[in-house]
């Protein structure tokens, strides 16, 4: 009788840590569940970042290609709201940061036709400065969602 009342003792203690556990669990992961969808970042304005790496002595001539060659093409498409570009001197990078109406929008635009401006682009650089290859190597590319 005493091994079946302590097996009983234990039985509770393990049912009572595996509750304790369990709502322990689920409350950190309610964070989780109370996040937004990605879905829901569909409409709301998006920002593409991108970084690349533009040596000081074409930094000319990659703003000239940006302007001839990425602003007309960008200012025709359906959502696209205007696009800001810095340039770090020390670190010789460049940012591009491009605003759209939503990511719904930018991300409608076919890859095919993005590789086909780009190409255009790059065939630009290279006859402009003499060069067999690009030598605006991208670093990063991803997105910024506006906050609050």
Not at 34 to 46: F, H, R, T, V
Not at 85 to 96: C, P, T
Request: charged share 30%.
């Amino acid at each position: 009788m005493k091994e079946f009342n302590s097996l009983k003792i234990k039985v509770r203690k393990y049912l009572y840590f595996f509750i304790f556990i369990s709502v322990l669990f689920f409350k950190i992961n309610m964070n989780i569940v109370d996040a937004l969808p990605m879905e829901n970042y569909q409409s709301d304005l998006i920002t593409e970042e991108l970084r690349l790496r533009v040596p000081s002595n074409y930094k000319d001539a990659w703003i000239t290609a940006e302007k001839e060659i990425w602003d007309p093409w960008l200012s025709r498409q359906d959502g696209f709201l205007g696009r800001q570009i810095f340039w770090d001197k020390e670190k010789e990078e460049a940012l591009i940061l491009v605003n759209w109406e939503n990511k719904k929008l930018w991300k409608k635009i076919k890859i095919n036709e993005i590789q086909k401006i780009q190409d255009k682009f790059e065939e630009n650089v290279k006859a402009s400065l003499d060069l067999n290859q690009n030598p605006f190597e991208i670093i990063y590319e991803g997105e910024l969602l506006k906050q609050g």
